[in-house]
């Protein structure tokens, strides 16, 4: 029986993911409100045996990083968390979010490379796998060189009429997103693609805004009917619900964020109990569709 499938990813950046614009608050939240969060979402996916991939900076992995940055060493440097992540009761996948949160559109092909590389060294050291990659702040570039670097899938850009509005200038990308998450409109059911070098990309589904400034105003019902939507339009049309989020987007109205990841959480186990829905981190994802489209004989096990 063909299901629907479902991938969760999880961009965990800390202060990392605003290094280039830091602020006072920043570093705060990175310090104070990061780990209860990542420890609240660990218990959610646990309670309801639902794994995820965890896109992680490189540079949480290694203190010497950490030297001569803002704040607290605790904003940059955290195995602490990583840790936790995976030795949950859900087995979940830790991918990378590249080395030190640059961006992949505007670096060489030789700056990609050593950001790759001191990644790759990161989760080498801490035994933790290397197959899947979200680019900081999708800013998509340089793809042989992520398969060069042993890397199996990554994030595209998500899908969604919103993103037309990228091409007018970045502003109006982020009010497009905005409006979009503000209105009950059904999120857009993703495919994987190959592109017959070994890498897989799955374009994103739709993301959890953050709720501070003007995304306050973004009611966690239209989110949820949102949720609700998206995941039946996948179920419905055998395709892809890829849902993500930062950490980050649970710094303000925490309590409400978490309860309406939880409320989506229980109705994707119910789903998945149903028999109508498969959950997949992006490794495995990406591992059937080479598996499927490679003779047997050239594929890892």
């Known amino acids: 029986m063909v299901k ?27 310090a104070e409100d990061e780990r209860p969060i990542c420890a609240s979402l660990i218990e959610l996916f646990d309670r309801h045996q639902i794994p995820a991939t965890w896109a992680i900076v490189a540079g949480l992995l290694d203190e010497p990083s950490s030297v001569g940055r803002p704040g607290d060493k605790g904003c940059w440097y955290a ?11 859900v087995r979940h996948e830790i991918g990378s979010h590249g080395g030190r949160h640059r961006d992949f559109d505007i670096m060489t092909a030789v700056q990609a490379r050593e950001d790759l590389e001191f990644a790759r060294e990161q989760h080498r050291a801490y035994a933790l796998p290397f197959d899947a990659f979200v680019f900081p702040h999708n800013s998509i570039g340089h793809l042989d060189v992520l398969r060069d670097a042993g890397l199996r899938a990554f994030r595209s850009r998500d899908r969604g009429w919103f993103m037309t509005a990228n091409a007018a200038g970045r502003m109006a990308g982020r009010i497009a997103n905005l409006v979009d998450k503000l209105l009950p409109i059904p999120p857009t059911p993703v495919s994987a693609h190959w592109n017959g070098e070994g890498l897989v990309g799955i374009p994103g589904s739709m993301l959890l805004l953050g709720r501070g400034g003007a ?30 989020f930062h950490p980050s987007n649970f710094y303000y109205r925490r309590d409400e964020q978490l309860a309406t990841l ?12 149903r028999g109508h829905l498969e959950i997949l981190t992006m490794g495995e994802c990406a591992h059937r569709l080479i598996k499927a489209a490679l003779p047997a004989t050239r594929v890892q096990q």
Do not use: Y
């Open 4 to 30: 629907g499938q479902l991938i969760i990813s999880i961009d965990l950046e800390l202060a990392w993911g605003v290094w280039d614009h830091l602020t006072p608050e920043n570093l705060r939240f990175a």
């Open 79 to 89: 195995p602490e968390v990583i840790e936790e992540i995976a030795s949950a009761r």
């Open 215 to 244: 995304r306050r105003f973004v009611l966690a019902t239209v989110t949820r009917a949102k949720l609700a939507m998206g995941l039946a339009r996948a179920r419905d049309s055998q395709s892809i619900f890829h849902f993500w």
């Open 262 to 273: 939880a409320w989506f959480l229980e109705l994707v186990a119910d789903e998945a109990s």
